[in-house]
C-alpha cells in the first residue's frame, strides 16, 4: 500500500512538472505586465556572454 501511493504521487508529480505555464508572446501584454507595479507574474531576461 505504502509503494502504490508513493507511485501514485510520483506520476502527479510528474505530470504537474511537465505542464507548461501560460506564455504570451504578445507583446503588448508582456508589456503592460512589466509596467504594473501590482503585478505578480515574474519576468525572467537573460544575457549569455559569447566567448
Known amino acids: 500500500m505504502k509503494i ?5 504521487v510520483g506520476i502527479f508529480s510528474f505530470f504537474i512538472s511537465c505542464a ?3 506564455i504570451s508572446s ?6 503592460e ?4 507595479a501590482n503585478s505578480k507574474m515574474i519576468l525572467v531576461a537573460a544575457h549569455r556572454e559569447h566567448i
Open 4 to 8: 502504490f501511493k508513493l507511485v501514485i
Open 20 to 22: 507548461a505555464p501560460k
Open 26 to 31: 504578445n507583446l503588448k501584454d508582456t508589456i
Open 33 to 36: 505586465v512589466f509596467n504594473d
